[in-house]
């Protein structure tokens, strides 16, 4: 097996007495598409601006394509790519020139810039948007374009804070088309998300974070397997009688997961379990049988859903 | 072959201030024609209403050298204070923008680029900017006929050195994490009244002696003071000249180094 890009240790990072990254140790090996799932404030942002050589750690090892961040920030940074959070586009200059002046910060000649842009303009599909302004920009094209600017030094790793958040959904699919093209490349991507559908397209083995804790780790569809059960059957009975319905519904299917809006139901089939539901004198005002998602693996795990 | 990221960052090592330099040149482009509009217009339109119609009210002598007319006091100190007003709105709002507004700072950091690049990098491009101002200001202040020695050109780095004195703004501008107007109560409280009290307009010396430490604290008096000793001068002792340089100097330097500690606090938090 290839030497890992990135290795954490026991990587923490304290803001006075809070540790929003507590402990966290996971590896990353070249080519591979590694996620990290967990809701907001989970400490994944704070993993990654460690991993990007930008924030300092308070305690742990880490290393990245080798190379101590604390003493080789920006010899690591020379080849990273960096999606943010929140874009950081500069609204001053026109959609090329943000690529432009971003390439000249990797030391690479105007010559070599100006070609580079225009293939990932091409790459992004905004080459006929060259000349706008930044401003004028979608917001599925703004992120494109950063996802462009990250990509202009040809990077061996592209770190993604929440690729798709606040996108439509259409828009969400034309940059995870872009982002499952860098991947059969062979680019090593490093995400952070909390939409698990996302996590199951993407990554090939994630982490799920909580409270900045390692929850568990592994392939999605194994992660499923082992913290869930194959499919799962969900019903609504209304608001307020979602607790006494679920009284009544005790062993149906291996688990129940009761929520606010409806009842969660675990079990090898959904149907047969909906059946049994009706056998015990309940109708559900709706039911829905889905497969077992990372969605019910992060609940399993927290006690609580991802998105709230 | 993959190169090493070491040998990869080397040239970001090096050049990468000036790299930020240009992102900044490059985002000027933009308003390069008000900027240019204004960098005209504003001496023509001080010396005018300063040089010429004031000068009108004035009769005898302003300064402590006999001959030397109200124009040729009176510019100098406004070559100094366009330099101060250039390097004022980039060390508050042009440092806010790239950290908070419209973080590009963020974007740079996330590139090879340090902190400290990107303040240097910013450093640079005022004096640029300043540079570009007082060169129309003075070849303006020549057109109206305020300077009559080769010396004269001095005041060019008189003013821009009063500039950068007011570097310590900036190191002010990287601690703001709310904007709750604090720029405009700077402009009103801090740099207006020292535009007003520093030997600008009239001699440092005609103000009430309880008055006259504003113009000894202010970068722009120190400016002005100098920027006269190469128009009319010398009409002060050389310590004093030495002092103005070494005052400026000192206060720009301090500015710069605490404003890099601040972006870098800021930053890599």
Request: neutral net charge; charged residues 20%.
């Amino acid at each position: 097996m290839p030497a890992p890009v990135i290795t954490a240790t026991d990587l923490t990072k304290k803001y006075k007495d809070f540790a929003a990254v507590d402990g966290i140790s996971f590896e990353v090996a070249p080519g591979e598409s590694f996620g990290l799932l967990g809701p907001n404030g989970a400490g994944k942002s704070t993993t990654m601006r460690m991993v990007g050589a930008v924030s300092t750690r308070t305690s742990g090892d880490l290393r990245i394509l080798g190379l101590d961040p604390d003493e080789h920030g920006p010899a690591i940074r020379s080849q990273l790519g960096v999606v943010p959070q929140q874009d950081n586009l500069d609204t001053e200059l026109r959609v090329r020139d943000n690529l432009l002046v971003y390439g000249r910060y990797f030391g690479l000649p105007h010559s070599q810039v100006a070609k580079r842009a225009d293939e990932l303009l091409e790459f992004a599909q905004l080459s006929d948007r060259a000349k706008a302004k930044v401003d004028d920009l979608s917001g599925g094209m703004k992120r494109r374009l950063t996802i462009a600017r990250a990509l202009i030094n040809d990077p061996r790793i592209l770190l993604l804070d929440e690729p798709t958040t606040g996108l439509d959904p259409q828009a969400r699919h034309i940059l995870w088309d872009r982002l499952f093209r860098l991947k059969e490349r062979g680019t090593t991507l490093v995400l952070t998300t909390h939409y698990m559908d996302e996590a199951e397209q993407l990554c090939d083995r994630l982490v799920v974070v909580d409270k900045g804790r390692i929850m568990a780790e592994g392939r999605p569809a194994a992660l499923i397997r082992e913290h869930s059960s194959r499919e799962v059957l969900e019903v609504r009975f209304g608001s307020d009688r979602n607790e006494g319905a679920a009284a009544t519904l005790a062993g149906v299917g291996d688990r129940l997961e009761v929520l606010p809006d409806r009842i969660l139901v675990y079990a090898q089939s959904g149907e047969e379990a909906l059946v049994e539901v009706t056998k015990r004198g309940l109708e559900p005002i709706t039911s829905l049988v889905r497969r077992s998602s990372l969605e019910d693996v992060f609940l399993r795990l927290t006690g609580r859903t991802l998105v709230e | 072959m993959t190169v090493s990221p070491l040998e990869f960052s080397a040239k970001s090592r090096r050049w990468g201030a000036w790299y930020v330099t240009e992102h900044k040149i490059r985002q000027m482009r933009g308003f390069a024609g008000t900027l240019i509009a204004t960098a005209i217009g504003t001496p023509i339109l001080y010396l005018f209403a300063f040089g010429i119609g004031l000068a009108t009210l004035i009769s005898g002598n302003v300064g402590p050298v006999a001959g030397v007319t109200y124009l040729e006091f009176v510019a100098p100190a406004l070559l100094a204070s366009a330099a101060v007003l250039v390097a004022v709105e980039e060390y508050t709002f042009g440092i806010l923008l790239g950290l908070k507004w419209n973080a590009t700072y963020v974007g740079m950091n996330a590139s090879p680029i340090t902190a400290r690049q990107i303040v240097d990098g910013t450093m640079l491009f005022v004096v640029l900017r300043m540079f570009v101002s007082t060169t129309i200001y003075y070849l303006i202040m020549v057109a109206f006929g305020a300077v009559d020695s080769a010396w004269g050109l001095l005041t060019i780095p008189a003013g821009m050195l009063g500039g950068f004195a007011f570097a310590p703004v900036a190191a002010y501008a990287a601690t703001i994490e709310e904007d709750r107007g604090q720029f405009a109560i700077l402009q009103r409280v801090v740099i207006l009244p020292l535009t007003l009290f520093s030997g600008t307009v009239f001699p440092l010396t005609q103000l009430p002696v309880f008055l006259q430490w504003i113009g000894w604290v202010s970068p722009l008096w120190h400016a002005s003071e100098l920027g006269r000793q190469f128009v009319y001068g010398p009409t002060e002792p050389i310590w004093l000249t030495v002092i103005h340089v070494v005052y400026l100097a000192v206060l720009g330097v301090i500015g710069w180094q605490l404003c890099a500690r601040n972006v870098a606090r800021r930053l890599n938090k």
